[in-house]
């Protein structure tokens, strides 16, 4: 049975996290989409809301489970018995980055293997971060993630403002 793990913030989960996830999932018998718990962050979210809303939107996905995890990611992979992790590289400026994890997991445990995937072009430049910023200065942010992120983001921070269509005078 090929299992692979797919870990992250999800701070909050984005259309672009939701399409790899969907594409992975494809590719093995069971992925687990693993949330990562560091006390030492501060998130938007707590680790039970940002599963909850994970959980809800990989609930059409059979093979696809959600499950938590504290220290090494080389440690909780082999807790769960599985050496493979899923990956989503979106613009070159994360490959910098993503390689350097690759390769010290790799070492830190040599049946680690990362797998890659690219994300769709649609999604290249999206991040939870920037979805945070966006919804924080009451942007929207409907069309970056799944419905029962934007519903929270609204519930957090309003709705987003209307574009005025910028401040230029006109005769
Ligand atoms: O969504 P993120 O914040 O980009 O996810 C980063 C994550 C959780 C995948 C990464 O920070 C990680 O694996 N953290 C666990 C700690 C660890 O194993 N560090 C060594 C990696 S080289």
């Known amino acids: 049975m090929k299992r692979a793990v797919y870990p992250g913030s999800f701070d909050p989960i984005t259309n672009g996290h939701l399409d790899i996830i969907t594409r992975a999932s494809r590719l093995v018998d069971e992925l687990v989409v693993a949330v990562m718990v560091n006390p030492s962050k501060r998130h938007l979210f707590t680790l039970e809301e940002r599963q909850e809303m994970i959980l809800e939107v990989c609930s059409g996905l059979d093979n696809v489970s959600v ?20 990956k989503g590289l979106r613009a070159i400026s994360d490959f910098e980055s993503e390689f350097q994890m690759a ?37 929207p942010v409907s069309d970056m993630v799944p419905d029962v992120v934007n519903r929270r983001l609204v519930e957090r921070y309003g709705p987003p403002k209307p574009n005025n269509q910028g401040n230029t005078r006109r005769k």
């Open 67 to 86: 499950s938590t995890f504290s220290g090494l990611l080389v440690h909780y992979l082999d807790e769960v018995g599985v050496p493979i992790i899923i």
């Open 103 to 139: 390769a010290l997991n790799t070492t830190l445990d040599h049946k680690v293997e990362t797998l890659f995937m690219m994300t769709a072009v649609k999604n290249a430049f999206l991040s939870s971060s920037m979805v945070r910023q966006i919804a924080n200065l009451q942007g």
